[in-house]
């Protein structure tokens, strides 16, 4: 059984590649590998070079566009022409975050939503305490044919009918394991299509309580603990368990879902 992992950070210090490759040997297979920042789309051009299921996507965080470098959008066009293949984002819009700028944000999301349209790819979408704004731009421009990820999804119930018709994915995470996230696995259960779900890690983000973890990984030099990329497993038995069906049936819907988003 092989499970892909939508959403994720390899390219960051805290996922040493062997516990890449040891997840690999585990069953992982395709893995989205999302840029933040102009910093360190290199990194994620190099994972993709050094194995063909690491697929890379480029994009300028919201938490990082305070810091972006003049420039930061072409040299985003420029990536992207270069890789083919290569989703946009991860982007979005975060109202959580200490400081951001709304206007700042949504200039950026604007102007990589476009680039997603013009050259059909892909798009992995942040939200945080944006919601709104967030369907502002969704209902009134043009969006990838392709469609576009929500990832780690923890929005109202009430706008995932809207969301799958504007072209809408959404990810189930470890964010979705507590008991307070009970209403967002009832949305995976009954209210999101299947056929628009998704099992990411966001590795090394949203590591899950231990008693979800496949393997540990070392905690950050500020004491955050970090996800280990092999945690997919369990994400998507999780996932499985929360459709009411066995890991197998989950991980071949979710990879019939991933090779449509990403692979074509």
Not at 122 to 146: F, K, N, Y
Not at 193 to 204: C, G, H, N, S
Request: glycine share 6%.
């Amino acid at each position: 059984m092989e499970v892909h992992d939508a959403h994720c950070h390899y390219q960051f210090a805290e996922v040493p590649y062997a516990a890449v490759e040891l997840a690999r040997s585990e069953g992982v297979g395709y893995a989205m590998i999302n840029g933040s920042s102009p910093a360190d789309w290199a990194d994620v051009a190099a994972l993709a070079a050094r194995d063909p299921r690491n697929l890379p996507s480029f994009g300028l965080h919201p938490w990082d566009v305070p810091t972006a470098p003049a420039g930061w959008l072409d040299e985003l066009r420029r990536v992207l022409v270069a890789h083919p293949g290569a989703g946009v984002g991860e982007m979005g819009l975060d109202r959580w975050i200490e400081g951001s700028d709304p206007v700042a944000q949504e200039a950026a999301f604007r102007a990589q939503l476009a680039l997603a349209v013009e050259l059909d790819r892909p798009l992995t979408i942040h939200c945080v305490q944006a919601i709104g704004p967030l369907m502002d731009i969704l209902r009134t421009t043009a969006l990838p044919r392709r469609g576009f990820l929500l990832h780690s999804w923890n929005g109202p119930v009430e706008l995932v009918p809207e969301l799958a018709r504007l072209g809408a994915y959404f990810s189930f995470s470890a964010h979705h394991f507590p008991e307070r996230k009970a209403h967002l696995r009832d949305q995976f259960a009954a209210a999101i299509p299947r056929e628009r779900i998704l099992v990411e890690t966001d590795a090394p983000a949203l590591c899950p309580a231990p008693e979800y973890r496949v393997h540990e990984l070392p905690p950050s030099a500020e004491g955050v603990e970090q996800n280990h990329p092999s945690n997919l497993r369990r994400n998507l038995t999780e996932l499985a368990r929360t459709m009411g069906v066995t890991p197998e049936p989950a991980a071949a819907l979710t990879g019939a879902n991933f090779a449509r988003l990403f692979l074509r």
